[in-house]
């Protein structure tokens, strides 16, 4: 499982999307807020594999700014130095744990409803289409004979499903439910805010997931991922996840199910929150490795290589532990955390903004979909059973 690519190309959707040079002039864009605060190691898509942290750093800062703006709204504050009016809100003077709590429950949840747009997201009405579709798709397999589908009322018979149902439609008059369904990508309007939040949370969620080791979070994300993926041409990356469901939920033993799925990650160093992905794992130790090889020159064998790579985890840790104990850790020379007043900066600038109205439309952007608000179910579902048939006959 190549996790760490998830990661990095799930990024690079965001960057795709919601960052391109025609969207500097808008303010509020992604791409007008890197040059406001002049965040050089940011670049867009492209340079996402080369600096991951820089890239990841300042979504992650935007999307702190969004909440800080939406907490600073929600108060009636004026500006990011400014006082909320009336009594003092400060949580030492909320009174006990439970008031506190409901009051940061209260912020979140305006957040989440008004400025990310949950309550906007149709699950009922989603949940609907896929039945819908499901029972069509089920009606359409009981028909087929053969190889071929067999009209119930006239014996015709024909090659693909688009085949017979619009035979069954045009001569028979039959209704399938899902032709009342809306199928147009962008019949609904995306609204920039709420896209960039609903991604941008995503991400954040799965970074901490795999920093956490916590398996179930990794593959209830798998999900939504399926959502952005059906959009991109990363059929690789979209087989892998559809693999790991698959594994999972249907061809693993229960034991083996479970040690698949909180096996993902590893934690060299020890401590909170420094699980990384498997596979990240594997490219810095063959980094480390190839150093040593090269440092051995022409003494290199084998059998020297070999003993190297047996030797090689115990000595990274131990080095890690000793500079991290000694504070001797060599720093990078380049830029990847902004600085202290990053966040503050781009809070203000999207309070001077248009970001919290309800039509704000970037005309650098065109126009985008929201997966999360207007998934093509069709489409993934056709993809899906594609899968499944495919499996079917290779676990022969």
């Known amino acids: 499982m190549e996790m760490k690519l998830f990661l990095m190309i799930y990024l690079q959707y965001i960057y ?3 960052y391109t040079k ?16 002049n965040r050089r190691d940011v670049a867009g898509k492209d340079a996402v594999t080369k600096a991951y942290r820089a890239h990841y ?30 009594r003092d809100i400060t949580l030492a003077r909320l009174g006990g744990d439970e008031t506190q709590r409901q009051f940061l429950h209260k912020l979140a949840k305006s957040f ?3 400025d990310m747009g949950l309550k906007y ?26 190889g071929k589908f067999k009209c119930p009322n006239c014996r015709l018979t024909y090659k693909t499903t688009g085949g017979i149902k619009r035979h069954m439609q045009n001569k028979h008059n039959h209704h399938f439910p899902t032709a009342d369904i809306e199928i147009n990508p962008l ?47 990363h059929t690789k990356y979209r087989l892998w996840l559809w693999r790991m469901l698959a594994y999972n939920y249907a061809i693993l033993s229960e034991r083996a199910a479970y040690e698949y799925k909180w096996n993902c990650v590893v ?73 202290k007043s990053d966040v503050p900066d781009i809070t203000q600038q999207l309070l001077n ?21 207007d998934p093509e179910i069709n489409k993934i579902l056709k993809w899906l059973d594609k899968q499944r048939d495919r499996a079917s006959i290779e676990m022969q």
Request: aromatic share 6%.
């Open 112 to 114: 989440m409803d008004n």
């Open 187 to 233: 019949s609904k309007e995306t609204n920039i805010k709420q896209a960039f939040l609903k991604a941008s949370m995503l991400l954040l969620d799965l970074s901490d997931a795999y920093a956490m080791g916590d398996g179930d979070r990794i593959f209830n994300n798998i999900k939504f991922e399926l959502l952005i993926h059906a959009d991109s041409s």
């Open 267 to 339: 934690n060299l160093t020890g401590g909170l929150g420094r699980n990384i992905p498997n596979d990240n794992m594997v490219e810095i130790f063959v980094h480390y490795l190839k150093d040593k090889m090269r440092a051995m020159g022409a003494n290199v064998t084998f059998k020297a290589a070999r003993v190297a790579a047996l030797a090689l985890q115990s000595e990274v840790v131990i080095k890690e532990n000793l500079q991290r104990a000694s504070d001797s850790r060599k720093k990078s020379g380049r830029r990847t955390i902004g600085n």
């Open 57 to 86: 750093q300042f979504i992650m800062d935007v999307l702190h700014s969004f909440i800080v703006a939406s907490a600073i709204r929600n108060l009636k504050i004026d500006k990011v130095s400014g006082k909320p009016k009336g």
């Open 121 to 146: 997201i149709d699950i009922e009405g989603l949940q609907h289409e896929v039945a819908l579709r499901l029972e069509e798709e089920r009606f359409i397999e009981d028909l087929k004979e053969n």
């Open 22 to 37: 025609d969207s500097e002039r808008d303010v509020g864009s992604l791409k007008q807020l890197r040059n406001w605060i």
């Open 16 to 18: 795709q999307t919601l």
């Open 353 to 373: 903004s248009a970001m919290f109205k309800d039509d704000i439309k970037f005309s650098g952007l065109g126009n985008i979909r929201d997966p999360f608000v």
